[in-house]
Nanobody, 125 residues
């Protein structure tokens, strides 16, 4: 089992940058595939990015490709989401998620077993 806590949300102007962190408890973090999701008010939760256990493979939603970068540091039990060139439509609560599987190329939220509490990202125009 793993517990997840997100950090780093906040208010930023359009065109700015933020880096989100997801800190994981437990000794088996490196065995989990990880993902980032987001949910804007009144909308469904959307996939943002996923990363495999080693950090060597990543996958992004088209809406963030080229602007966001997912990474992880297994020695520190932490995953990151670097967000650049932010747009007002990126405003949402961002969640990190984990699934204990080698199958990391997963966009469906219901296939992740563990979730953080979320962190708010607000991009002003």
């Amino acid at each position: 089992q793993v517990q997840l806590v997100e950090f780093g949300g906040g208010l930023v102007q359009a065109g700015g940058s933020l880096r989100l962190s997801c800190a994981a408890s437990g000794r088996t973090f490196s065995s989990y595939a990880m993902g980032w999701f987001r949910q804007a008010p009144g909308k469904e939760r959307d996939f943002v990015a996923a990363i495999n256990w080693s950090g060597g493979s990543m996958h992004y939603a088209d809406s963030v490709k080229g602007r966001f970068t997912i990474s992880r540091n297994n020695a520190e039990n932490t995953m990151y989401l670097q967000m650049n060139s932010l747009k007002p439509e990126d405003t949402a609560v961002y969640y990190c998620a984990a699934r204990p599987s080698s199958n990391w190329f997963v966009e469906r939220g219901d296939e992740y077993d563990y979730w953080g509490q979320g962190t708010q990202v607000t991009v002003s125009s």
